[in-house]
């Protein structure tokens, strides 16, 4: 169904507290400005779901982690991923495996997963390390450049080669990352409107583009065999012979491009902020790294890196890569006390459940120790720690982003020392996709290996 037939928005909720914000954009600038304060101002005023206007969309801000439990866990169908996104992810990444429910999102979850499973990602490591080093050998030493810059063109070029099979010196992969940065210039634009010379009517040019690339190809793609994901989903099959026409492989390929690529970057750009404004836990890791004497890593090595994967995890915690999940009723429904129409969005802010101090000491410190076998902090409840989502739709790619992460991390800090200027106070950016807005502006040096 296309976002222009999806059924109205429910506007019937005078029922439940809140406030509907400014003309035409509702409570979109303070949300988008500061998503976790803002959340937290409307908690306290109006209590766990409250009515919310976000731009033209109406509905309900939603928190608490026994609501989340409800929505992600539902399996009479109540809740729906495709209407709740399709409005904003819906004009770029239309089918998409998030934009897909019951019954059609299992059997194109069941036939995706060929892509990700662990004996083909064994195979991705030696790639992504060679992408990695490569660009790593490039980045100045001793003076600042923004990280958030350098990473992202480091992962595009990861994207291109593990996911459409071209190699970092290809012409094609330019051209797809012109097309990938349109399309995010268009998801991340307040105004919705596709005119000429907008955000949306380059994003969805740019779209046109990347799906008449992967149009192109998915017949060599089916006829070479290789073992580039483009390649794996054009040629996956169940074991009951089921596989993606055409169509469904360039909505696939399309969408884990991005989910693969902006969310990691943000991951890694809000970890290398922690690390220079916590020097002492870069040593903690280079100890963790040494540890292992090896100078490149295997798929085996990165579930032997327990201080690696707490301090990912705090990171994710503090910054959750996507910081608004969305759903739509189909039903009329009860949750959190209220009874809510059928058609109604509903926004989740991530980030909130995973600082909520009822539950985790001292939320907004960084404490990676949290994690630790000893206090298992987010283990207290199912829906406390979500940064991958949960139930039917919890992020298919989850163990490819930590496997990008432990590589990027490792070879960045087995032969460096990452520094901030000492000027430097951090500046957040929420929405579309969280990141430092101003870099983080590091600096490298030399580690002298002892």
Same mark, same amino acid.
């Given at each position: 169904?296309?976002?222009?037939? +999806? ?5 019937? +909720? ?37 009515? &919310? ?127 990938? +940065? ?132 705090? &990171? ?92 990027? +991390? ?41």
């Amino acid at each position: 169904m296309s976002a222009r037939y +999806l059924p109205p928005h429910h506007s019937n +909720l005078n029922h439940i507290p809140g406030d509907w914000g400014l003309p035409l954009v509702g409570s979109a600038l303070p949300l988008v400005s500061d998503l976790l304060n803002t959340t937290r101002q409307r908690v306290a005023r109006y209590g766990a779901i409250s009515r &919310v206007r976000l731009g033209p969309e109406r509905g309900l801000l939603v928190v608490g982690s026994d609501s989340y439990r409800s929505i992600f866990t539902d399996n009479q169908q109540r809740f729906s991923a495709r209407l709740g996104y399709m409005n904003q992810l819906g004009r770029f990444y239309e089918g998409g495996l998030l934009l897909r429910d019951a019954d059609d999102h299992r059997a194109q979850r069941r036939i995706l997963q060929q892509a990700f499973k662990f004996t083909t990602m064994r195979d991705y490591v030696p790639r992504v390390e060679c992408a990695v080093l490569n660009h790593l050998a490039t980045w100045s030493r001793g003076d600042a450049f923004h990280f958030y810059d350098h990473i992202k063109r480091t992962l595009l070029d990861v994207a291109t080669d593990i996911f459409l099979g071209i190699p970092d010196e290809d012409q094609r992969g330019e051209f797809v990352s012109r097309a990938f +940065l349109d399309i995010a210039s268009g998801l991340g634009s307040l105004l919705p409107w596709d005119l000429p010379g907008t955000p949306i009517r380059r994003g969805l040019q740019g779209r046109d583009r990347l799906h008449r690339y992967l149009q192109e190809g998915i017949e060599d793609k089916r006829r070479q065999l290789g073992m580039d994901m483009f390649s794996l989903l054009a040629n996956a099959r169940t074991d009951d012979g089921k596989t993606f026409c055409d169509k469904e492989v360039i909505q696939h390929v399309a969408f884990l491009l991005f989910a693969a690529h902006d969310t990691t970057t943000s991951l890694l750009s809000h970890s290398v902020m922690y690390l220079g404004l916590y020097p002492d836990f870069q040593s903690r890791l280079r100890v963790e790294y040494d540890s292992l004497k090896k100078a490149s890593l295997e798929w085996d090595d990165l579930s032997a890196l327990p201080l690696t994967q707490h301090f990912l995890d705090e &990171v994710l915690r503090l910054h959750p890569p996507v910081p608004l999940m969305v759903r739509r009723t189909t039903v009329e429904v009860e949750l959190g006390g209220y009874t809510i129409p059928a058609h109604t969005d509903l926004f989740m802010p991530s980030a909130y459940n995973q600082r909520d101090g009822r539950y985790w000491r001292n939320p907004d410190d960084f404490d990676p120790e949290r994690f630790s076998d000893e206090r298992s902090e987010h283990k207290q409840h199912g829906f406390y720690f979500h940064p991958f989502g949960g139930g039917a739709h919890k992020c298919i790619g989850m163990h490819f982003a930590y496997m990008i992460a432990k590589l990027c +991390l490792f070879h960045l800090l087995r032969n460096s020392v990452l520094e901030l200027p000492d000027n430097f106070q951090p500046k957040l950016a929420w929405i579309p996709i969280p990141r430092p807005t101003n870099g983080p502006p590091i600096i490298l040096r030399d580690h002298a290996k002892r």
